[in-house]
């Protein structure tokens, strides 16, 4: 009989992982580092970058729908040496060619968006080589674009937005190859929603469509940390499903640059 892990399992999963493994870090870290003052917090700042696209179209109660994000910013971190990591991210993007199904017309152009988010993060040391990390984190993306095809010999142009969000929570494992370079892998679970609309228009005829999903899945992810130039990068490849009307592959790469704090603090 399979048995497949729900995305509630896998919360309770990764709480049980935390509480259990909190006592005697805790312990540890407070014998080590003495009673670290309630505002002992120490501010830094990261270059992100994120694209993720799915493998196909959504199939939404007749409709399709692309789930695709990305875009490049700035994430803020406030570090407290017991209590976690703390941050704020926000940016934006531009594709130059995107296409969206409208009417049964594929249409095609640019688009533009920009994405805010914020989470939390904790970091574990197990052994000298091997750490865990705990992630809880919000993101929204918001695209827009005029998009414009041909239907019967007819121009058909159509403004496209789509809205998403993601809500994930993941347990990773950290493998120091050295004091520069580390492995990092685990899992989690995402809430994620999509709200796409297309509002179009051929000669004197005007109509909308609207193709609403959402759902919690699970993901994977592997990444590599190194320095380039004495800068902090971490790559991470991050493969989950999207499951609604049909069930497809997302894909998603991170890129992420720490910037030295002499820059900003």
């Known amino acids: ?90 940016g934006g993007g531009y594709s130059p060619s995107e296409q969206a199904s409208f009417l049964s017309v594929t249409l095609s152009g640019s688009a533009s968006g920009t994405f805010y988010g914020f989470g939390f993060e904790r970091d574990f040391q197990l052994s000298p080589r091997w750490g865990a990390e705990f992630i809880s984190d919000y993101v929204a993306f918001d695209l827009s674009g005029d998009l414009s095809g041909t239907y019967n010999d007819r121009q058909v142009d159509a403004e496209i937005t789509t809205d998403t969000t993601q809500k994930e929570i993941s347990l990773g494992f950290r493998y120091s190859l050295s004091e520069r370079t580390s492995l990092n892998f685990g899992a ?39 320095e380039l130039w004495d800068i902090p990068v971490s790559v991470t490849l991050k493969r989950s499903k999207l499951s609604v009307d049909n069930e497809v592959d997302l894909n998603t790469i991170d890129i992420d640059l720490t910037l030295p704090r002499k820059l900003w603090f």
Do not use: C
């Open 1 to 90: 009989m399979k048995v497949k892990m729900t995305k509630i399992g896998l919360k309770y999963l990764i709480a049980f992982l935390i509480l259990a493994s909190i006592s005697p870090l805790w312990a540890e870290t407070d014998s080590n580092r003495g009673r670290a003052d309630s505002f002992d917090v120490e501010f830094g700042a990261k270059l992100i970058s994120n694209y993720a696209k799915s493998a196909q179209a959504l199939q939404i109660d007749g409709k399709t729908a692309t789930f695709k994000t990305g875009g490049a910013g700035l994430r803020i971190e406030a570090d407290h040496p017991l209590w976690g990591r703390l941050f704020v991210s926000a």
């Open 188 to 226: 989690g679970s995402t809430d994620w929603t999509l709200d796409a609309i297309a509002d179009g228009t051929s000669g004197a005829i005007r109509a909308t469509t609207e193709a609403l999903a959402d759902g919690s899945d699970t993901f994977k992810f592997i990444g590599v940390g190194f």
